[in-house]
């Protein structure tokens, strides 16, 4: 992934939201009481972040 960091910021939101899911999954796994804050961040980016289409 690191080697797309030239072009990361050029994907669509919908990507950038998956991967904040995909990440918070990664976490649910290792860190259950930390699921309801990563839940509220992600909420908190899907809002305050002007939807792309």
Not at 22 to 47: G, N, P, Q
């Given at each position: ?33 930390t699921v309801k ?17």
């Amino acid at each position: 992934m690191s080697q797309d960091s030239g072009t990361q910021y050029a994907q669509p939101a919908e990507e950038t939201v998956l991967w904040l899911w995909s990440m918070a999954c990664d976490f649910k796994s290792r860190h259950r009481k930390t699921v309801k804050h990563l839940r509220k961040e992600i909420s908190w980016y899907i809002v305050s972040t002007p939807l792309v289409e």
